[in-house]
């Protein structure tokens, strides 16, 4: 049964990281996936939209892949329904970042199993603006 790093682990991959892709992030100011973007924004990472249907969200461009995306990821954070976890953590371990991290709500049992061969840190079910606000 997957258990959740622990919370020396987490604050050190939040003081560590500087970028964080967000996979499904909304450019609707209503949306969660906007809101805790922006608390992360405003508490000093660079977030990088990854959704095919908008162009931009918080004044950045939005790429529809992680692939696409052209700099050095830190942490991709998912707002998107656990059915679709298998498939963005197959294309999260194709690019180099140090941690997954699936948002309050969002688990599959198998996604660690897709990313611990190359040293990613998973985090499932467990929103990173509020681990953010307690772990600083």
């Known amino acids: 049964m997957f258990e959740n790093p622990s919370q020396e682990k987490m604050r050190d991959v939040l003081h560590e990281s500087k970028t964080i892709a967000v996979v499904g992030l909304s450019d609707k100011p209503h949306r969660t996936s906007y809101q805790v973007s922006q608390a992360m924004q405003q508490a000093g990472y660079k977030i990088i939209p990854v959704n095919p249907t908008i162009k931009s969200s918080l004044g950045e461009k939005s790429y529809s892949s992680l692939q696409e995306i052209e700099e050095p990821v830190d942490i991709i954070n998912v707002f998107r329904r656990s059915a ?3 498939d963005i953590a197959e294309e999260a371990a194709r ?17 660690p199993d897709i990313l611990n061969e190359n040293g990613m840190l998973v985090i499932m079910n467990n929103c990173i603006k509020v681990a953010h606000s307690i772990l600083r």
């Open 95 to 111: 690019i180099n970042a140090k941690a997954f991290w699936a948002q309050q709500g969002v688990y599959h049992e198998k996604v």
């Open 84 to 86: 679709f976890l298998t």
